[in-house]
């Protein structure tokens, strides 16, 4: 049985939470789960308890979820959220 470290399980729940927010157009709820999924990632880089290798998939998983929510956004989306958030 492996044990997985409460930072890298906090974010496989941030994910999964942003992945069905996403699913549910719930953009609000998008946006708190990205903020941290972002925080999860901080955390989970400097707990020294971390399984590499697992890190590694869960990363590869992260970067997936967020290529399909970019793949998904309407052409003029990006340039909207970045413009309200600077």
Known sequence: MT????????????KKSLEKAYKDGDIEAVRRWDTEVAECLDVLFKDRDRDAH????????????????VEDLPDDAVTRIVESDF
């Open 3 to 14: 044990v997985v470290a409460a930072s890298q399980f906090r974010l496989l729940r941030a």
């Open 54 to 69: 697992s890190l590694i998939s869960q990363l590869e998983s992260v970067l997936m979820m967020y290529s399909k929510i």
